[in-house]
């Protein structure tokens, strides 16, 4: 057995945790290999609505183990908080959950400084003041505190003192912000290790060893390619790899251990925070999309900005991750449009661009071609069969352009609204 991975092919919010939810019928084991509590993955199960920033989307079945991956900025504060949530409505989680003893824990310092360097800066991020980005840097400063050092008292202590030195530092003398003392940290990991020290193990030896024993895992990203600091539109991205190489790091799985990866992508785009957008609609269509399709962040709560399908975009997601098939999410939220557009190519200056910069996307315009929109409600729609022939054109024009495969087709929020196709 190998792995499969599921990757976000846009700026996030593609409707990934539903697909996950969905793949997780095939899995043994589900892992998230990167971010953190930026992520708000939604899954709709009948009338229970859950939403999860750290625990795997495949916690919901109860089978299932779930592993928070080594790549992972971990909160304890939220993670303690998600488990308490899930167990109350009748989840059990402790018993499944596995964390890896190589993550970096976000502290209040990180959520501070995340605050204080948004506030200071003058091209916005728009983050999610999760602390992502600070406690990443962190990693790459090599002060950071990773979940394995809280099961050795003295060596957190030490800990604590070496990067408290420099925090307190910045957060005084920089930004003018209140500090924080060794006693309050080591306080708050100390209840973390109390209460969820047993679940911390080595996670990528594990991961190897249930793939040995042919288990299924499914790699579970979080946000999408086009936030990837390294390939996504920088600096507007987040501080780490929703891609294929961060799914192999981030786990610990080797590449010869992936069978498939799985893009997830919505049948329109939306991108929250700033950033360049080239197919972003300001006008009613954009508005039309936003509400009905109910695009108001699951983290923040901010809306998101909506235009329409990039083809572009998802043929770089497709090159930087070796796409293998595709799952298209909310096709429904596209009733009742006369007219869709799908942007298949890009232009500056009247010129085609195959493969924009980093340093000209702002510039691009989209190149349009219009598809008939159809007004039929999809939302009961159990297979591509029950589709409207508009709606099948739709789909079919994405995967021959995209040059990828459709195999999934998700037509609303809960779990009974999703078929494959042959
Ligand atoms: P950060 O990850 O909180 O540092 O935020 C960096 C950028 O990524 C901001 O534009 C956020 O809005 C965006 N972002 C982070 N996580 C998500 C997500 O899960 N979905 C969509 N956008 C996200």
Known sequence: MKAVVAIGTQWGDEGKAKIIDFLTKESDIVVRYQGGANAGHTVVVGDQKYIFHLIPSGILHKDKICVIGNGLVL???????????????????????????????????????????????????????????????DKCLRIGIRAGDILDQNLLAEKISLVLKFKNLQLKKVYQKSVFTEKEIFDLLDKFRVELGDLIQNSSYFLSQSIQAEKRVLLEGAQGFALDIDHGTYPYVTSSNPTIGGALLGSGLNASDISEVIGITKAYVTRVGEGPFPTYEDGPSGQLLQQKGGEFGATTGRPR?????????????????????????????????????????????????????????????????????WSEDLTLCKSYQDLPSQAKDYIKFIQEQAEVKISIVSVGPGREQTFLLE
């Open 75 to 137: 909160d304890p504060i939220q993670l303690i908080k998600e488990i308490n949530d899930l167990e109350e409505k009748g989840i059990e989680v402790r018993n499944r959950l596995i964390i890896s003893d190589s993550l970096h824990l976000i502290l209040p310092y990180h959520k501070a400084l995340d605050s204080a360097m948004e506030e200071l800066r003058d091209n916005k991020i728009g983050t999610t003041n999760r602390g992502i980005g600070p406690c990443y840097a």
């Open 305 to 373: 900005r909506c235009g329409w399908f990039d083809l572009q975009l998802l043929k770089q997601a497709k090159r930087i991750n070796g796409l293998t098939r595709l799952a298209l999410t909310k096709i429904d939220v596209l009733s009742g449009l006369d007219k869709i557009k799908v942007a298949i190519g890009y232009e500056i200056n009247g010129k085609k661009v195959e493969a924009p910069s980093n340093h000209n996307f702002y510039q691009v315009k989209p190149v349009y071609e219009e598809l008939p929109g």
